[in-house]
C-alpha cells in the first residue's frame, strides 16, 4: 500500500467541502465534519443560489458529478489526462476552491488517475481559473489532512470566528445565538 493510500484509508471522513472548510472557518469544518449540515436545512438564500447554479449552467457535461468514497466532483474532462472542473457560486472564497479542487486531483491520483490540472468556473462573474497540481501541493494537502484529522477529533469545536463573511453563513445562528 502506498504512501498515499494509507493516508486516505486513514482520513476516509474528510470530503472536497471538509478541506474547503479548512481554509473558510474551522468551526464550520467541525460542525459540518461532525454531520451538522446547516447548509442543506437553513434554506440559506446563498446555498440556494449556488444550487441553482450547478443545475442550471453545464447541462452538457457527461461526466457531470463524479462521486466515489466521500469525494464529489462536479464534472470531469478527458483530453491526454484527466481534467477536474468545480463551478462555485462566489470568488470570495477562491483559496479554499482552489484547495478543494486539488485535493480532488490528489484523491484521483492515489487511485492511478493521470490528473495534474483543473477549472473553477465561476459563471456569475463569467470567470475560470486554471489550478495546477504540483508536487509540493501533495505535501501540503497531507499536512492539512493530518491537521483537518486533529481538530475533527476534538471532543469541542473550535472558537468561532466574527468576521463579516459570518453574518451570511449557514451556521451563523449555531455560533451567535
Known amino acids: ?65 463524479l462521486e466515489f468514497d466521500r469525494v464529489k466532483i462536479d464534472f470531469i474532462k478527458f483530453g491526454d489526462q484527466v481534467y477536474v472542473h468545480e463551478i462555485k457560486k462566489s470568488k470570495k472564497f477562491e483559496e479554499a476552491h482552489i484547495w478543494q479542487l486539488k485535493y480532488y486531483i490528489y484523491n484521483l491520483r492515489a487511485r492511478g488517475i493521470n490528473c495534474s490540472a483543473g477549472v473553477i468556473h465561476y459563471p456569475a462573474s463569467m470567470r475560470k481559473v486554471d489550478v495546477q497540481y504540483t508536487q509540493e501541493d501533495e505535501a501540503m494537502i497531507e499536512q492539512v489532512s493530518s491537521e483537518i484529522q486533529r481538530i475533527i477529533n476534538q471532543n469541542k469545536p473550535p472558537k468561532r470566528l466574527s468576521k463579516k463573511f459570518c453574518y451570511r453563513c449557514a451556521y451563523f445562528d449555531f455560533c451567535f445565538s
Not at 58 to 65: A, G
Request: aromatic share 10%.
Open 1 to 65: 500500500m502506498s504512501n498515499i493510500e494509507s493516508n486516505l484509508n486513514a482520513r476516509m471522513n474528510v470530503t472536497g467541502v471538509v478541506f474547503s472548510y479548512y481554509y473558510i472557518c474551522h468551526r464550520k469544518m467541525w460542525l459540518f465534519a461532525k454531520g451538522l449540515n446547516q447548509e442543506n436545512i437553513s434554506g440559506n438564500p446563498d446555498v440556494v443560489k449556488g444550487e441553482l447554479l450547478h443545475e442550471s449552467r453545464f447541462k452538457r457535461q457527461v461526466n457531470k458529478e
